[in-house]
């Protein structure tokens, strides 16, 4: 049985995680998050249920703060209409919510699979 | 076990990425379009500051420089160089802001929806391509490649649309391609001649022939022609009773023998756009001005974005500016320093039905003139997404396509099966020659000589100069017919019964500076029966066009307000006639709902205004009175479509027989109604209606929460994207004639000017960008609504200053 991971470690992976998440969403496809949160994973040994919790929030944290990031700088009616066709009643609110939860379960899954793999 | 056990999370990971990566059914790939880097969020555009921006961009194929400002309705006015240019920019432009719907809309025109929807867009597409909206478009294509300049035009205007496209990376694709998953394609110029087709079908594919022979076949043709007369009994035609006539007459062709045919009957779903246009021009002695002014709306499905796109264009020897189709080039409806012009629809019969006898099930030869002839063959390709392709037969007599086969079931109730198809759509065509010398227009002249190269949908040009010319010409290509030749479906053994060439463009109706001082159209009748031609049997009601002609008979010192307020005049015209005699047959018990809604109609001003309810009533009592006097005999929903008798008709009726034996409802039995019954039964039925759709009277009865105008995305069902329930009166009969889906959907006021500066107004129900993401995507609509027109801003030169200039983009060529 391993000790368990400390919170500052903790605290710098999901760092890490939101670099890089951040980065890959700029320069590849949006499932490349989770490609490289597997790969990250993998590399440092990560107890596979830290693993997605870990990926878990990293992802939501990429995906929520830059759709509310977007909103700020580029405010126009979009994300109300999008709130409406999904349909969510129009609340931009849990629009955002909803980014993190798809960003969120896809660092996630990705980050228990790659931790899976070295976990034999 | 362990091995599995390791693999199994990796395998989830990616059907969880595989899943939100693809569409399915009508779910969008939901992990890319959620994606903040990738998705729909990427499409979110910051309004403007306010302020004067500046932009370099570089694109392919320029020649030299290129300079476009925005103004803040986010209209482009572009300064090039030269003709190619100029194109080119024109299809840069209108793509960045539109490519989406470009694409989309000439998908629809060559019936390649399937490529995108998958299988449910299958009828809709074969519907489209036996129609021969593909063989249309590559036979109109060669007419307009004829024309050099506007080969130029056609080319140039791909490129720029090309040029934008290969700009974009897919998280910049619009919207749309992000819901439905698919990817821009190269544009090619056969897509702009398939925008200008689609035209055709929008505008000129009605057709009645078969309800009339259903008629034909079931009451006789006494019956027949009674019922549906040939000319209306209230009508003010487009072009001006006894207007001089400078041609002499080619002959008649002799009418074809009388044939009654099989008609046919398969019931598929009834469709009834309400789609038509108004325009005028006044002479300078009726305006403050002293100069001629015209106005134009023309009526369309409204949508977003918009069919709609304004642009100013200038190059050596052309600065107009206008409206534009997005997908074809040059300004559609517009002004230049000297001239205007506008456009409405033409409704006469340029769409026949020839009942095809063929030799045997191979199709391969048919009867006609007393031999067996030679069909030909046209193999339509359909890609299908999720599926296998699938290829179509088209056969083809020397009249045009057979639509469908005797066996087959028709998209739409009014094609019959087993028929050839005869239609001016098919013919070759140059209408890009007619717009690219319209824009260049500087007198009379030039647009005559610019409309001789036009074929179809033929509208009503309307032109008016700043040398003081007005003038109408109903223009476009017109079969040389005999009396009422067409009417019914027709013989296709028979070659009487053929059409015998056209009549030659000199002879269309026109008009040019009438006594009166002003000229007109509202889609009526184009002219009155003693024009030598016949042109058709049945066009748009009367009452806009009666309305618009009483209001200019009796308008003088005229300016763009008054004129403003023409077009979103919604005085009823039908109800003055129609509403008093209904009111003396009407027999119900007083008080109550029903007394109540006696008096609001007896109170009623006869304006459809949006909050008026006595509007409300008289057309929802107008709707059920129609039904019950004809809905036992011409029953649509029966397997026989049949066409009811028109307004106009039904008017003649109520006004002097009383007695006739329509006014029975022939599905009760045992019992003969009379006129006093049949109108004071749909009273009180509709009002019946009304109360369990609005609760009692008030103001949930208000004309526009019954009407519900909206501008609907033109993917069905995105309500999300659309504008419904908009505050605005008015409706089909009206001058303001915005209905449920259609109305106004580009108004248009020009004041022009001795020293070539023209004052310009317009609006239409949209915005400029066709990104729901920006904030020109609908910002017209409030304004249209209100009934009110922007100033068009009319530029010199691109040094031209204005505190409404938003954005200046400086165009180069990419080395």
């Known amino acids: 049985m391993r000790k368990p991971l400390s919170f500052s470690y903790q605290l710098a992976i999901v760092l890490i995680m939101v670099v890089i998440g951040a980065i890959a969403g700029i320069y590849l496809p949006w499932y490349a998050l989770g490609i490289l949160f597997a790969f990250l994973a993998y590399i440092l040994r990560l107890p596979t249920g830290n693993a997605f919790v870990l990926g878990l929030i990293s992802g939501f ?60 | 076990m362990k091995y599995i056990k390791s693999i199994l999370p990796l395998t989830l990971a990616i059907i969880w990425t595989y899943a939100l990566h693809n569409s399915w059914g009508t779910l969008p790939p939901l992990g890319k379009l959620i994606s903040p880097f990738h998705g729909f969020w990427v499409n979110a555009e910051a309004p403007e500051s306010g302020e004067l921006t500046e932009e370099n961009l570089q694109i392919l194929g320029l020649e030299q420089v290129v300079t476009v400002v925005y103004d803040e309705m986010a209209v482009p006015h572009v300064f090039a160089q030269n003709d190619h240019d100029l194109y080119l920019a024109q299809g840069y432009l209108t793509a960045k802001d539109r490519l989406w719907q470009m694409e989309f809309q000439t998908h629809f025109a060559g019936g390649r929806i399937s490529e995108i929807v998958g299988e449910k867009g299958m009828v809709s597409d074969q519907f489209q391509r036996r129609m021969g909206a593909v063989y249309g478009a590559e036979k109109s294509f060669e007419g307009m490649k004829e024309d050099p300049k506007a080969a130029v035009t056609l080319q140039a205007y791909s490129d720029g649309v090309n040029a934008y496209i290969e700009s974009l990376t ?110 005028w021009a006044v002479s300078g002695n009726k305006t403050v001005s002293g100069l001629p002014m015209l106005a134009n709306d023309p009526h369309l499905t409204l949508s977003l974005p918009s069919i709609w796109y304004q642009i100013q264009l200038v190059a050596p020897g052309v600065n107009v500016y206008g409206s534009t189709m997005p997908g074809t080039p040059n300004v559609i409806v517009g002004f230049n320093k000297n001239v205007a012009w506008g456009v409405t629809n033409v409704g006469s019969d340029v769409l026949d039905w020839y009942q095809v006898k063929f030799k045997d099930a191979s199709k391969a030869e048919y009867w006609h003139d007393g031999h067996w002839k030679k069909t030909t063959i046209r193999i339509e390709k359909f890609k299908i997404k999720g599926k296998e392709s699938f290829v179509d037969t088209i056969f083809f007599t020397h009249h045009g396509p057979v639509v469908y086969l005797s066996h087959e079931k ?51 040009f309307l032109f008016a100069s700043n040398q003081g010319d007005i003038a109408l010409w109903v223009n476009g290509k017109f079969p040389l017919k005999s009396y009422t030749h067409g009417k019914y479906l027709l013989d296709g053994t028979d070659p009487k019964a053929d059409w015998q060439g056209f009549i030659p463009q000199p002879h269309n109706p026109h008009a040019k500076n009438p006594a009166r001082g002003f000229l007109s159209s509202a889609n009526q009748s184009s002219v009155d029966p003693s024009y030598p031609y016949y042109m058709g049997w049945q066009y748009a009601p009367s009452e806009r066009g009666r309305r618009i002609n009483e209001r200019l008979e009796a308008m003088s010192k005229i300016t763009m307000d008054s004129l403003r307020g023409l077009q979103n005049d919604h005085f009823n015209i039908r109800a003055r006639t129609l509403l008093p005699l ?3 047959k009407l027999k119900l018990p007083a008080g109550g709902i029903y007394g109540q809604a006696t008096d609001e109609l007896k109170r009623w001003n006869l304006q459809n205004a949006a909050d008026s309810k006595g509007a409300t009533i008289f057309e929802n009592w107008v709707l059920l009175l129609q039904d019950a006097i004809w809905a036992d005999e011409f029953a649509a929903d029966e397997n026989v479509p049949m066409n009811r008798p028109s307004m106009d008709r039904t008017l003649k009726m109520i006004q002097d027989e009383p007695e006739a034996i329509w006014w029975d409802n022939v599905k009760t039995k045992n019992k003969k109604e009379n006129m006093a019954e049949i109108i004071s039964g749909s009273f009180a039925a509709s009002i019946d209606s009304l109360l369990k759709k609005h609760g009692p009277l008030g103001s949930e009865w208000a004309w526009y929460k019954h009407k519900q105008t909206g501008v609907r995305h033109l993917i069905p069902g995105m309500d999300a994207l659309s504008r419904l329930n908009i505050p605005i009166g008015g409706g089909g009969t009206m001058v303001n004639a915005a209905t449920t889906k259609t109305g106004p959907s580009w108004r248009m006021i020009v004041e022009l000017s001795k020293e070539g500066r023209p004052r310009a107004h317009g609006v239409y129900p949209g915005g400029q960008s066709g990104n729901p993401g920006s904030a020109h995507y609908d910002d017209l609509i409030d304004t249209w609504a209100k009934g009110e027109l922007r100033p068009l801003l009319y530029l010199e030169k691109p040094e031209d200053v204005s505190g409404r200039l938003r954005k200046k983009i400086v165009l180069s060529t990419k080395k």
């Open chain 1, 61 to 120: 944290l990429v995906w929520a703060i830059s759709a509310y990031w977007i909103n700020l700088q580029h405010p126009s009616s979009l994300p109300g209409r999008m709130a409406n066709l999904f349909p969510l009643g129009g609340s931009v609110l849990v629009l955002y919510v909803l980014s993190g939860f798809f960003g969120g379960l896809t660092g996630g899954v990705w980050a228990w699979a790659g931790a899976k793999l070295r976990f034999k």
């Open chain 2, 410 to 460: 028709p998209f739409k109730s009014n094609i019959p099966v087993g028929h050839a198809l005869r239609w001016v759509a098919h013919e070759k065509s140059q209408e890009s020659t007619t717009f690219y010398q319209l824009n260049r227009a500087s007198n009379y002249a030039d647009y005559a000589q610019a409309l001789t190269f036009y074929s179809a949908p033929a509208q009503n």
């Open chain 2, 170 to 279: 897919e998280r910049n694709y619009p919207l749309e391609y992000k819901l439905l998953n698919y990817a821009p394609e190269k544009w090619t110029p056969i897509k702009s001649a398939l925008f200008l087709k689609n035209m055709s079908f929008v505008l000129a594919s009605g057709t009645d022939d078969l309800k009339m022979t259903n008629i034909l076949r079931k009451y006789g043709k006494d019956i027949a022609e009674n019922l549906f007369p040939n000319y209306p009994f209230v009508e003010s035609p487009i072009i001006p009773v006894g207007t001089p006539r400078d041609f002499k007459p080619v002959p008649i062709p002799e009418s074809p023998a009388d044939f009654i045919g099989l008609g046919s009957a398969m019931k598929t779903p009834e469709k009834d756009p309400n789609i038509g246009s108004n325009n």
């Open chain 2, 582 to 584: 209904l009111l003396a």
